[in-house]
């Protein structure tokens, strides 16, 4: 099955340190990276999304970041 997981943080070394993470457990990049201003905090926001191929069947209650 196919995974997918959605990695959002501030832009900040904690966003690089999540994705690098998520990379050395196997999730690999799907499209690039995105960036928006959160107005309300005065930051930007990262989002970068993830897939990864595991074996199983789907249901909805697979906690994904221990995957």
């Known amino acids: 099955m196919k995974l997918y997981r959605f990695l ?3 832009d900040t070394s904690a966003f690089c340190h999540k994705v690098t993470a998520a ?3 196997g999730w690999e990049l799907h499209g690039g990276a995105t960036y928006a201003y959160d107005g309300a905090r005065g ?8 897939v990864k191929e595991v074996p ?3 249901t909805p209650d697979i ?4 995957q």
Do not use: F, I, P
Request: glycine letters at 14%; charged letters at 30%.
């Open 8 to 10: 959002s943080d501030d």
């Open 23 to 25: 990379l050395n457990k």
């Open 43 to 50: 930051v930007m926001r990262c989002g970068q999304a993830v």
């Open 56 to 58: 199983g069947t789907y």
């Open 63 to 66: 906690k994904l970041g221990e």
